[in-house]
C-alpha cells in the first residue's frame, strides 16, 4: 500500500459515508479488482488501530451498503432471503423447547418462537434452559419431522422471492474476506494476551448483523471463508512489490510466525504407522481457507462464546456445514488436548459440546466424515491419547506380578469429566446406524477400542481396612462410575441398539471374539492365573470388558439367533472369566453387611451406585447374566461350592456348636447375616429373568412393580426411576402399564395447611397379591431400608385385606420364576447340588435351634421349593441302597448324599458328621495345672451336653434343674433330675418333640476307661409333650461326641442315687489323665431334611404335629395364593413333596408316626390350641367391650355435667350472676381462677404487622401481567393503603395535625393485628415459663410457643376483671333519647383513666410495647421531634382496634352475607376483640387525657347538643380543625367506644351508633351531590319535604340548600337547555352501598361486645336492611323494595336536630370551602369508596407465559436481569432475588419490599424453581409451587420442563393463609434470611 493510496483513501473518505459508498459501490459494479475500496480498507483495516474501533465498524458498514443507509441495505437484503431453516443461535440459560414426538435426532431443539408457530399439542415435549447453548432444527429435515417445522421454515417454505440485481451485493463480496482477515491478524497478534475475544466484541458483533441479513449476506460470508485461494492470497506476503506497504507486509510475515508457534503449541505427537494417512492426527496441521485458521483459533481460544455463536450462526449454508465439520474433524485431536490443560473444563466443555452437537447429529455429514476423514478413528485415538496420559499400574491382586495399566481415577481429567465432550461426540454419531455398523465392521477400530476401555477395566481398587478407620476416605469413586457409565455403557448401548437383526450377526461375532481376546489379554496382564488367588479383600466395580461381552451376547442370542455354544470360550476359561463379576456381587454383600465399614461411607456409595436406575441395566444385571450363563455351563456342585466359598460362609453351615473363628474375613456377628447375603444371591440367581426370559413389556411391568412396592410414587418419579438402557428413550408402553399396575391418588390439602402433596401412584392390590417380587425388589433398592419399607407395606395390606389371621406375621411372598427363553438353560439347575442339598439340611437343622431368623428360614424354604420344582421325579424302581461312608466331615459337603436327586436326599438321614478339629488346639494332656471345669451357666454346657444316656427326654428340653454329682472320683458322672416333689417342676411348653431314647453304642459322651451304664428313669416324672415310644434316636439338635479309643470299656458311667446339688457342674475333667490322645469330635445329628422340615413347622405352629397332608381339612392347592406365614410355606413345600414323590409321602407320614405317634395327643393338642384360640377372642372381645363402656360412660358423664350446668344456669336469678366471676383455666398450672388486679390472667396471643387491608382494590382483583398490555393495566395507585397515603398527605396540608389525627384511622399499611389460639394462662407463670427457656436458650426474641397446643406466640392479652363480670353493666333507664345524648356525653366528660401500679396495669403496659414495636409507622405519622405528639397515641389505639375488626371482615369475605362458600379454614378458632378492646380502651384514655382532646364536645357537635356553660378549663379551639363532614365515622366510632365505659347498656351503643351514622348519611349525599350538575341538583331536589327528612330527595335537598351556593360544586351546564334526568333509584342505590362499610363494622362491635348473633344474610341485595335492623337504626317493619338509607336516620324527638345538626356540619364546611375549594371538593368526592376485598393478584393458568415473560425482564430498581427473578404476588413488583445489586443499607430487595409492601409479609413467586417463598420478618420459607403438570406434581428448578398449570386449591390456600395471617403457625420449614434475599 504506496503513500499514495493512503493520499487517494483520505481525498475519497473526506466525502463522507454515504456519498463515499456510493463511489465504491459504483467502482466494485464495473472493476473487479477495485482499487478504490482496497484503498480505502487498507486505512480501514489498519492493523494499528484498535480492531474495536467504532468508527471503522460504522465505515464497514456504510460501505458495504453501497449509497444506501444500513438499515435500508439490511432489509432489501433480507427480501430476497430464501432460507428454509430457523438457525437461531443460542447461549446458556436459554429457553427452548424439545419435542421427542418430532425429534430424529435426541438432540433437536427449538426456540420459543418456532415452537409457538408449530403444531405439537398433546406431544411429548418439555421446555428447559439450555446449559451450553445450541441452535434451532426447526426447518432441518435430518434433525427432525416435517410436521413439526412452523410455518415459516421447511423444505416447502422456500417462497420465490426472484433473484438479487447482481451489484447488490458486489461491494460485500469485496470487503469481506479483509473484513476476516482483519480478524485473524488480531487473533495472531493477541495469542498470548488474555482477553482478544472481548476486546473484539464489537467487531464479532458487525459479523453477526451481516450474517442475520439473511442467506445472500451468509453466502458471502461462507464463500469467502471457504476458499483457498482467498486464504492464499491474503496470507502470501510478494517479495519486491514498490506499490505494496512494507510496514503491512512485514506486520503479515511476523504474525504467521506467530501461528506457527501457536500451531506448534498443540501439535500431536506423531502418529503410528497406520495413521500416515489420518490428516487429523498428522503431527502438523496445514490451513487452506480462512475457516479452517479460525477453527483453529477457536481451539486454541478454548472455544470462545462469541466466536463460537458466530460459526453456528451460518451452518443455514450446506456448503459451510460441511466446510466447518470437517474443519473440526481435522483439529478434533487438538480439541482433547485442549480440554487436559483448561482452567474451566466445565464451561469450555458445554461451548464444545454446543458446536459439535449441531455437526454430528447429521447423519450423511457423520457418515461422510467417517468416510473421508476417518471420524471414527479420530475420536477413538484422541480418548485414548487423553487417558494415556494419566495410566498406573494395577493394584489388583499381587501389584508386584500385575503389568496392567489403569486410569487413574484421582486425576483431574476423569474429576472433572474432561473427556466428556468427546464421548458425547462419538455417542451422537453411533447414534447413526450406518456410522455404528462401519465402527463394528473395523477390526483395527473394535481392537483400539476395546484396549481403551482395558484401562477401564479394575480401576479404582478398593482395598478393605480391617483395622482401623481410613483417614481420608477417597472421593474418587464418582469419576469412575462417571466414566465407565459416559465412556463405556454409553457407546456400548449406541453400538448395541443397531444389531437388530440376523444380518448383523457376523458384527456381533466380531465384536465377542475382540472382547474376549481383549479379556484374555487383561487377565494374562493382571497375572490371575489360579483359580485360588486371594481377592477377598479388595474389589473393583469395573469391569467394562466383561459387561461389553454380556450386553452383546444378550443381544446376540435374543434378536440374532446366535447359538450360545458358538460364542462362549471353554468352560475353564468362563470359570475364570466370572470369579471378578462373582468378587464384586460377594463384595457388594459385604459392604451392606458392615465388613467394610472402616473404609467410609464412600465405599457404600459404591454399593447403591452399582445397583442404581442409570447404571443397573449396564453392571449388576450384566454381572448377573453373566453369571447366570456360566452357572448352567458348570458342575452345579462346583459352583455351588465356589459361591459357598466366596461368600465365606463355610465356617456357618458346620455343625460344630462352639468353634473359635477361623475365618479370617469375617468377624462371628456377621456370620448370620453373610449366610443371607448367600442365600439371596443365591435365589437371585435363580430367579432373575431381566435378560434370558422376560419381554420388553414383561421386564417394564416388573420394573415399575418394584417401584411401586417400594414407595408410592409421583409420575415423575416413576418416569426417572425406572432403569434405563443408557441413551434410550423412555418406553413407549409406560401409560399403559401404570394404568394397569397403579391407582391414581389427587393431592389432598393438608387441613393445617403445612404440608402441600402431590399426585401419587400407588399399587392396586393384585398387585401384592399377585406381582410383588422380593427378590427383584432387593435388587434394586439402593437403599435397604426400601425394600423393609416395601416388606411392611406388603405387611399392611395382607394384614388390613384380612388376608392372614390376626397375630401372624406373614412371611415374604418369593415368586416362582418364569420361563427361560428356549436358547438358556434354567439357572435353577444348579440347585439339583447334592452340595446345596447338604447346605439345606444344615440351615434348616439350626433354624429347628433357633439359630437362624426367619428371614433366613423363608428363603432357604423358597430355594428348597425351587429345587423340588425344577428335579425331575425319580425313577420308579429302588435305587441303590446308600451305605454312607465312614466319615463324614462337617463342612465338606460333596459326600453328605450319594447322587444329586433331591427326592432321595429328601428322606436321607445324615446319623454323624466328623468335625474338622480346630488347628491351633495341641493334643490333650490332663494335669492338676491345666483342669478345666465348666461351672453352672456355662454356654458350653447347653451346646455340648446333648445327650440322653436313659432315653429320656432330651437334655436340651429338661429345666435347668437337675444336676453332676461329684464323688470321691473324677469320673465324669450324670447324675438325673431327683424325682421328689421337692425339685418337681413344670417343664415348658414346647414346639417340638421329645427327643427318643438312644442305644448304648450311640452314646454321645466318652471318656478314655469308662464305661457306660443306662441311666435310671424316674417313672412318676411327667414331660412336657405326651411320652415317646421306644425308637432310634432323633433329635433336634446337635449332639457332641468324641470316638472311643480303641480297647476302652464301657461299664463304668453309672448313675448315682445321692441327691442332687441346687446347681448344676455338667462337666468335670480328671486331673490324673495325661498322655490321651483324643480321636476328632462328632455330631450325632439323625436327621434328615424332610423331619427337619417337620419340626420347623410344629416350632413355628407351636403346636406338634401341626403339618396337615392335602388329603385333610386344611389342606391347600399347590397354585393357591402365596399369602401366609411360616407353616404355610413349609406345609405347602411338603404338600408339592408328596405329590411329585410317592415315597416321599410315604416317608412323611412315617415320620409323623414316628415323632407324633398318637392320633389322641395330637387331637388333644390341636384341642388346646383351638381352646387358647377361643379364650384369646373371648379376651380381646371382653377388652372391646370395656373399652365401649369407658367410652360409654364417659360421654354420659359429660352429657350429666352439660345437663346440670344448664339447669344451674336457669335456676340462678340475677342477682346471682351480678356476684359470679367469670374463671379462667391456666394451660401451665391447671387451676381455673378469676383475673383480677392483682393476679391477671390473658390470652396467649400472635401480635404481628400487616398490611392485608391495604390490598384492597378499587376495581377488583387485579391480574399479573404476562404482556406489555396487561402491564398497563396493573395501577399501583388503586389500592386502599395508596389511596389514604394520598389522603393524610392532604389533610397533614390542610390542617392542624392535632385535629386530623383524631379525624381518621391509619395501619392499612403496617397496622397491627392479633389473633390467639384461645388458651388462657396466669402471667406469673408465663414469666416462670420464658424464664425457664431462656436458660435452655429456647426462645427467640419473646417468642414462645402455647404449653398446651404449640401455637406461636409473642405475647399475652390481660383480661379485665370487668369481662364477664354482669354487675359491672352500666344500665340505662333513660325516657328519651335526648336524655341518653345527655349521659352520654357526661360518660366522655368524666370517664377518665385513673393511674394504677397493678399487675394489671403493668401487663396492659408491656402489651403496647409489643404492638407498638410490631407496627411500621408512615414516614408523616412519625414525630419530627423524640417526643411524639398525644393525639399520635390516640391515632394508633383506635387504629389497631379499627385494623382487627377490617380484618376480621375481610376474611369474612369482605361483607356480612352468608356465603355458600365454606369459610377460611385457617380462622383462628376464638377471637380476642374485647378483651383488646379493653386494653385498647385503657390506653385511649389515657391519650385522651395526655391530649387535651375535648371528646365530649366533638360528640356535642356531632349531635347537635346545645353548648355546655365554659368552664375554666374550657381549651382555645384548634386553628384548621378538620369539619366533622371530613372524618371518617367509624373512626369517630371507635374512639366514643373506647372512651366510653367498659360496659354500657346497650341503648348506649345503639344510640352512639345511629348518631355517627347521621353524620355518615349526610357525608354520603355531599359527596353524591358533587357528582351532579346544578340542574340534575335541582331536578332531583323538585318535591322535596321542607320539614322532615324521609327521603334521599329531602336530603339533597338540605345539603344543595346550605352547599349549593359555595365554589364547591363546578357548573359547566349553563347552556344546557334539555332537562336533565336523575335516576333516584339509582342515586338511592349508590347511598346504601357507601353506606354498608360503617353497618358492617358496627355491625361486628355489636356482635362482639353484646354477644348478638349475627343475622342471617342471604343476598348482597338485603345487606342493608338488614343491618340497619339489626343495629336498632330502624326498628319499623318496612317494605324493603321501597327502602331508603334516609328511613336509618335518628334524632331527638320534639327537637330541630335533624335539620340544624346538618346545617351546622355544612356551616363548618363552608369555611374550609371558601379557603380551598379545589381540596375541598376533592376531599369530598373520594371521602367514601366501596373497596373490593383483599387478594393476591390473579394468576395465569399456564405457568410459560409467565415465564416466557419474566425470566429475561429487568428489576425495576437495578434495570438488570436478575439471576434470580421473584415476582411480589401482592403488587406485581420484580425483585432480584438474593442479589447483592439492588442492596441498601445491607438489606437485600425482597426482603426491603416486603417490609415496604406487606409490612414484613412477602409473597413472592421465583420465576427460575415456580416456587413461592414467603417472608416474615426475619425469617423466610419455601412455601411450595402454585403449578404443577398435568400429573399434579411440582417441577422444581423447571427440571422436567413439562407444561405446568395453575393449582386453583394450592392458589386458593395461599391466599387464605395470607388473609388469615397464619403463615407463622402453619409452615414450619422456617430459616433466618438475615435480610439475604
Not at 480346630?918 to 494335669?927: A, I, L
Request: aromatic share 8%; hydrophobic share 35%.
Amino acid at each position: 500500500m504506496a503513500s499514495s493510496s493512503t493520499f487517494e483513501a483520505k481525498v475519497l473518505m473526506a466525502k463522507g459515508k454515504r456519498a463515499t459508498a456510493a463511489y465504491i459501490h459504483a467502482d466494485c459494479s464495473n472493476n473487479p479488482c477495485p482499487q478504490h475500496l482496497n484503498a480505502v480498507l487498507d486505512s480501514l483495516l489498519n492493523p494499528a488501530k484498535s480492531i474495536d474501533e467504532w468508527e471503522t465498524i460504522d465505515w464497514c458498514k456504510w460501505l458495504m451498503a453501497g449509497g444506501r443507509t444500513p438499515d435500508e441495505f439490511a432489509n432489501t437484503v433480507r427480501a430476497y432471503d430464501n432460507q428454509t431453516t430457523c438457525g437461531l443461535v443460542w447461549t446458556p440459560n436459554f429457553v427452548a423447547y424439545r419435542c421427542r414426538t418430532c425429534g430424529i435426532s435426541p438432540c433437536m431443539s427449538l426456540c420459543t418462537e418456532c415452537f409457538k408457530k408449530g403444531n405439537h399439542q398433546r406431544h411429548d415435549f418439555n421446555m428447559f434452559l439450555s446449559q451450553a447453548g445450541g441452535a434451532c432444527d426447526c426447518g432441518d429435515t435430518s434433525v427432525m419431522k416435517e410436521t413439526g417445522f412452523c410455518d415459516r421454515h421447511g423444505p416447502d417454505k422456500c417462497a420465490n422471492k426472484g433473484k438479487a440485481p447482481r451489484d447488490l451485493m458486489c461491494v460485500a463480496e469485496a470487503m469481506m474476506p479483509r473484513i476476516i482477515f482483519r480478524f485473524i491478524l488480531h487473533l495472531r497478534e493477541n495469542c498470548h494476551i488474555k482477553g482478544p475475544i472481548q476486546d473484539a466484541d464489537s467487531y464479532i458483533t458487525m459479523l453477526v448483523d451481516f450474517n442475520n441479513m439473511g442467506a445472500l449476506m451468509r453466502r458471502v460470508m461462507t464463500s469467502a471463508l471457504t476458499n483457498p485461494q482467498i486464504y492464499r492470497d491474503l496470507n502470501d506476503v510478494p517479495d519486491v512489490n514498490p506499490n505494496s506497504d512494507y510496514d503491512y507486509n512485514m506486520y503479515v510475515s511476523e504474525s504467521k510466525k506467530i501461528y506457527e508457534k501457536a500451531m506448534e503449541s498443540i501439535a500431536n505427537p506423531e502418529p503410528l504407522e497406520e495413521y500416515k494417512d489420518c490428516p487429523s492426527l498428522h503431527k502438523n496441521l496445514v490451513h487452506k481457507t480462512l475457516l479452517e485458521e479460525l477453527v483453529f483459533w477457536t481451539v486454541f481460544f478454548e472455544f470462545p462464546e462469541k466466536v463460537v455463536c458466530l460459526l453456528l450462526n451460518m451452518l443455514p449454508d450446506p456448503d459451510y456445514k460441511e466446510a466447518l465439520m470437517r474443519a473440526i474433524v481435522l483439529h478434533y485431536s487438538r480439541i482433547s488436548m485442549m480440554l487436559e490443560r483448561t482452567n474451566d473444563p466445565e464451561n469450555v466443555s458445554n461451548r464444545v459440546v454446543h458446536a459439535s452437537v449441531q455437526l454430528f447429529s447429521n447423519e450423511s455429514l457423520a457418515l461422510r466424515m467417517t468416510e473421508q476423514l476417518n471420524l471414527l478413528h479420530v475420536m477413538v485415538v484422541s480418548l485414548r491419547y487423553m487417558m494415556s496420559k494419566i495410566l498406573v499400574m494395577s493394584s489388583l491382586h499381587d501389584p508386584g506380578h500385575n503389568f496392567h495399566l489403569v486410569v487413574d481415577c484421582s486425576k483431574r481429567v476423569m474429576t472433572e469429566h474432561c473427556y466428556w465432550p468427546l464421548v458425547s461426540d462419538l455417542n451422537n454419531v453411533l447414534s447413526h446406524r450406518p456410522v455404528a455398523l462401519k465402527f463394528m465392521s473395523d477390526d483395527h477400530l473394535i481392537k483400539m477400542w476395546f484396549g481403551f476401555l482395558a484401562m477401564f477395566q479394575g480401576m479404582n481398587v478398593n482395598q478393605r481396612e480391617t483395622k482401623e478407620h481410613i483417614k481420608y476416605e477417597p472421593n474418587t469413586y464418582f469419576a469412575a462410575f462417571s466414566a465407565e457409565l459416559e465412556a463405556s455403557a454409553y457407546p456400548m448401548w449406541a453400538l448395541v441398539s443397531h444389531l437388530t437383526d440376523a444380518e448383523t450377526a457376523p458384527l456381533t461375532r466380531k465384536v465377542l471374539t475382540a472382547c474376549l481376546k481383549q479379556l484374555k489379554t487383561w487377565l494374562e496382564a493382571i497375572n490371575f492365573a489360579s483359580l485360588n488367588m486371594n481377592d477377598n479383600l479388595q474389589v473393583s466395580f469395573h469391569l467394562p470388558l466383561h459387561r461389553y461381552f454380556s450386553v452383546f451376547l444378550c443381544q446376540a442370542v435374543a434378536k440374532q439367533g446366535i447359538n450360545l455354544n458358538d460364542v462362549l470360550p471353554p468352560k475353564e476359561d468362563l470359570l475364570v472369566m466370572i470369579l471378578h463379576p462373582l468378587r464384586v456381587q460377594v463384595a457388594f454383600y459385604e459392604i451392606l453387611n458392615d465388613l467394610w465399614v472402616r473404609n467410609g461411607l464412600q465405599i457404600k456409595g459404591q454399593a447403591m451406585t452399582y445397583i442404581q436406575g442409570n447404571f443397573c441395566n449396564s453392571m449388576v444385571d450384566a454381572d448377573l447374566y453373566l453369571l447366570q450363563i456360566a452357572c448352567t455351563r458348570m458342575c452345579p456342585n462346583e459352583f455351588t461350592s465356589l459361591i459357598i466359598d466366596k461368600f465365606h460362609v463355610t465356617e456357618s453351615l458346620s455343625l460344630a456348636p462352639e468353634r473359635a473363628p477361623q475365618n479370617p474375613y469375617l468377624k462371628p456377628e456377621h456370620n448370620t447375616r453373610m449366610l443371607e447375603s448367600f442365600l439371596t444371591f443365591l435365589a437371585t440367581l435363580v430367579t432373575v429373568r431381566t435378560n434370558i426370559g422376560l419381554s420388553e413389556t414383561e421386564l417394564n411391568r416388573l420394573e415399575m412393580v418394584t417401584l411401586l412396592c417400594m414407595s408410592d410414587r409421583t409420575h415423575s418419579q416413576l418416569m426417572e426411576l425406572m432403569p434405563e438402557r443408557c441413551g434410550t428413550s423412555q418406553t413407549r408402553d409406560f401409560e399403559t402399564l401404570l394404568a394397569e399396575l397403579a391407582d391414581y391418588r389427587r393431592p389432598v390439602l393438608d387441613p393445617n395447611g403445612g404440608n402441600l402433596q402431590q399426585g401419587m401412584y400407588s399399587a392396586k392390590p393384585h398387585v401384592w397379591e399377585n406381582l410383588y417380587n422380593p427378590i427383584h425388589v432387593l435388587l434394586r433398592a439402593v437403599h435397604r431400608r426400601d425394600f423393609h419399607t416395601s416388606m411392611d407395606r406388603y405387611t399392611d395390606y395382607v394384614k388390613d385385606s384380612n388376608k392372614v389371621k390376626a397375630g401372624i406375621s406373614p412371611w415374604l411372598p418369593f415368586r416362582e420364576p418364569t420361563g427361560c427363553s428356549e436358547a438358556y438353560d434354567d439357572p435353577r439347575l444348579i440347585l439339583k447340588s447334592k452340595v446345596f442339598h447338604a447346605a439345606v439340611l444344615v440351615i434348616l437343622q439350626k433354624a429347628v435351634r433357633g439359630q437362624i431368623p426367619e428371614d433366613v428360614m423363608a428363603l432357604i424354604v423358597f430355594l428348597l421349593d425351587q429345587a423340588v420344582t425344577i428335579s425331575e421325579v425319580r425313577e420308579s424302581h429302588d435305587p441303590k441302597p446308600f451305605f454312607p461312608q465312614k466319615q463324614l466331615n462337617d463342612m465338606n459337603f460333596d459326600n453328605w448324599f450319594s447322587s444329586d436327586c433331591i427326592f432321595e436326599n429328601l428322606t436321607t438321614v445324615i446319623h454323624k458328621v466328623i468335625l474338622t478339629p480346630e488347628p491351633e488346639v495341641s493334643p490333650m494332656t490332663y494335669s492338676s495345672d491345666s483342669d478345666i471345669e465348666w461351672g453352672e451357666n456355662s454356654e458350653v454346657d447347653t451346646e455340648m451336653t446333648d445327650v440322653n444316656p436313659d432315653g429320656g427326654t432330651n437334655i436340651l428340653m429338661l429345666p435347668d434343674t437337675g444336676g453332676w454329682n461329684q464323688s470321691g472320683t473324677d469320673l465324669m458322672v450324670f447324675v438325673p433330675q431327683d424325682s421328689s416333689p421337692a425339685y418337681d417342676t413344670p417343664n415348658p411348653v414346647l414346639a417340638l418333640p421329645p427327643s427318643t431314647s438312644m442305644e448304648v453304642e450311640t452314646m454321645a459322651v466318652a471318656v478314655p476307661t469308662m464305661s457306660v451304664v443306662p441311666a435310671y428313669h424316674s417313672p412318676t416324672e411327667q414331660p412336657a409333650l405326651p411320652p415317646m415310644v421306644q425308637l432310634a434316636a432323633l433329635t433336634a439338635g446337635n449332639e457332641v461326641a468324641r470316638q472311643w479309643p480303641e480297647g476302652a470299656t464301657s461299664t463304668e458311667l453309672v448313675p448315682s442315687t445321692s441327691n442332687c446339688a441346687p446347681h448344676r457342674r455338667p462337666y468335670r475333667r480328671r486331673p490324673t489323665l495325661e498322655g490321651g490322645v483324643a480321636s476328632p469330635p462328632t455330631v450325632d445329628l439323625n436327621e434328615s431334611i424332610i423331619t427337619l422340615l417337620l419340626k420347623l413347622h410344629c416350632q413355628l405352629s407351636g403346636v406338634p404335629d401341626s403339618y396337615k397332608p392335602e388329603d385333610e381339612e386344611e389342606g391347600a392347592s399347590e397354585g393357591g395364593s402365596l399369602i401366609g406365614d411360616g407353616p404355610f410355606f413349609i406345609g405347602r413345600l411338603l404338600r408339592k413333596i408328596s405329590r411329585l414323590d410317592e415315597k416321599c409321602k410315604q416317608y412323611i407320614q412315617e415320620t409323623r408316626m414316628r415323632l407324633w405317634p398318637s392320633q389322641e395327643e395330637r387331637d388333644e393338642a390341636k384341642k388346646q390350641k383351638e381352646n387358647r384360640e377361643k379364650e384369646e377372642r373371648r379376651r380381646r372381645a371382653k377388652e372391646r367391650q370395656q373399652k365401649l363402656m369407658a367410652e360409654f360412660k364417659s360421654k354420659q358423664k359429660l352429657f350429666m355435667e352439660t345437663a346440670m350446668e344448664t339447669d344451674e344456669s336457669a335456676l340462678n336469678s340475677d342477682e346471682e350472676l351480678f356476684v359470679s366471676k367469670q374463671e379462667y383455666d391456666c394451660v401451665i398450672c391447671n387451676q381455673a381462677t378469676p383475673s383480677t388486679e392483682e393476679k391477671p390472667m390473658g390470652l396467649v396471643v400472635w401480635i404481628q404487622a400487616t398490611s392485608v387491608i391495604g390490598h384492597r382494590r378499587r376495581h377488583g382483583q387485579c391480574v399479573l401481567p404476562t404482556c406489555d398490555d396487561e402491564r398497563a393495566l396493573l395501577r399501583r395507585d388503586d389500592t386502599l393503603s395508596a389511596e389514604f397515603d394520598r389522603r393524610l398527605e392532604e389533610l397533614n396540608r390542610h390542617f392542624d395535625p392535632k385535629s386530623w389525627y383524631l379525624s381518621v384511622n391509619v395501619g392499612w399499611d403496617g397496622g397491627v393485628h392479633v389473633q390467639t389460639c384461645g388458651h388462657h394462662l396466669h402471667l406469673d407463670c408465663l414469666n416462670a415459663y420464658l424464664q425457664s427457656l431462656r436458660s435452655q436458650q429456647r426462645q427467640v426474641s419473646g417468642e414462645y410457643f402455647c404449653p398446651l397446643c404449640r401455637q406461636l406466640a409473642n405475647s399475652v392479652l390481660p383480661l379485665a376483671p370487668q369481662l364477664g363480670d354482669c354487675a359491672q353493666m352500666v344500665r340505662s333507664n333513660p325516657s328519651s333519647m335526648s336524655q341518653i345524648l345527655d349521659e352520654l356525653r357526661d360518660f366522655l366528660e368524666e370517664n377518665d383513666q385513673k393511674p394504677s401500679n397493678s399487675s394489671m396495669a403493668e401487663a396492659i403496659g408491656k402489651i403496647m410495647e409489643v404492638m407498638t414495636s410490631s407496627t411500621q409507622l408512615k414516614p408523616m405519622l412519625r414525630s419530627k421531634s423524640d417526643k411524639p405528639i398525644p393525639q399520635s397515641l390516640f391515632l394508633f389505639v383506635t387504629s389497631i382496634a379499627r385494623t382487627n375488626l377490617e380484618t376480621e371482615l375481610s376474611q369474612r369475605g369482605g361483607t356480612l352475607v352468608t356465603s355458600s362458600e365454606p369459610p377460611n379454614p385457617f380462622l383462628p378458632k376464638r377471637d380476642c376483640i374485647v378483651p383488646l378492646l379493653h386494653v385498647l380502651s385503657v390506653h385511649a384514655r389515657v391519650a385522651r387525657v395526655l391530649a387535651r382532646w375535648p371528646a365530649w364536645m366533638t360528640f356535642q357537635q356531632l349531635c347537635g347538643l346545645p353548648p355546655k356553660p365554659p368552664s375554666d378549663t374550657a381549651l382555645a379551639p384548634i386553628e384548621n380543625e378538620v369539619p366533622l363532614l371530613l372524618k371518617d365515622p367509624v373512626a369517630l366510632l371507635l374512639q366514643f367506644i373506647l372512651l366510653l365505659p367498659l360496659h354500657l347498656d346497650q341503648n348506649y351503643f345503639i344510640t352512639t351508633v345511629q348518631m355517627v351514622y347521621n353524620l355518615l348519611y349526610y357525608q354520603v349525599v355531599a359527596q353524591i351531590s358533587c357528582g351532579l350538575t346544578g340542574a340534575e341538583r335541582a331536578r332531583a331536589t323538585t318535591g322535596a319535604n321542607e320539614g322532615k327528612i324521609c327521603t334521599l330527595m329531602d336530603a339533597l335537598a338540605l345539603i344543595n340548600k346550605c352547599l349549593g351556593n359555595t365554589a364547591l360544586y363546578m357548573e359547566d351546564d349553563e347552556g344546557c337547555s334539555e332537562k336533565p334526568q336523575v335516576n333516584m333509584v339509582a342515586l338511592e342505590l349508590q347511598v346504601q352501598k357507601l353506606c354498608l362499610p360503617y353497618l358492617r363494622i358496627a355491625a361486628l362491635l355489636k356482635y362482639h361486645i353484646y354477644q348478638q348473633p349475627l343475622p342471617d344474610i342471604r343476598t348482597p341485595q338485603t345487606e342493608f336492611v338488614c343491618l340497619v335492623h339489626y343495629l336498632e337504626l330502624v326498628t319499623e317493619q318496612i317494605d324493603w323494595e321501597c327502602f331508603n338509607a334516609a328511613a336509618a336516620l335518628n334524632w331527638p324527638a320534639e327537637t330541630q336536630m335533624y335539620t340544624a345538626s346538618p346545617q351546622s356540619w355544612c356551616n363548618q364546611y363552608v369555611v374550609f370551602v371558601d379557603k380551598s375549594q379545589i381540596a375541598a371538593r376533592s376531599f369530598l368526592v373520594d371521602q367514601h369508596i366501596t373497596w373490593h376485598p383483599p387478594r393476591l393478584l390473579q394468576l395465569p393458568r399456564e405457568y410459560e407465559r409467565i415465564f416466557t415473560y419474566y425470566h429475561k425482564r429487568p428489576c425495576s430498581q437495578c434495570q438488570s436481569v436478575p439471576q434470580e427473578t421473584a415476582i411480589c404476588l401482592m403488587c406485581g413488583t420484580i425483585v432480584c432475588l438474593k442479589q447483592g445489586c439492588c442492596k441498601q443499607q445491607n438489606i437485600c430487595e425482597a426482603t426491603a419490599h416486603a417490609s415496604e409492601c406487606g409490612a414484613g409479609t412477602g409473597v413472592f413467586l421465583v420465576v427460575t424453581s415456580t416456587y413461592i417463598i414467603v417472608i416474615r420478618g426475619r425469617k423466610a420459607c419455601l412455601w411450595g409451587s402454585l403449578y404443577l403438570d398435568e400429573f399434579e406434581e411440582e417441577d422444581r428448578d423447571l427440571k422436567r420442563g413439562k407444561p405446568l398449570y395453575l393449582s386453583k386449591e394450592r392458589y386458593q390456600l395461599l391466599e387464605q393463609q395470607w388473609l388469615a395471617h397464619r403463615f407463622d403457625h402453619i409452615e414450619k420449614t422456617w430459616i433466618q434470611h438475615s435480610n439475604a434475599l
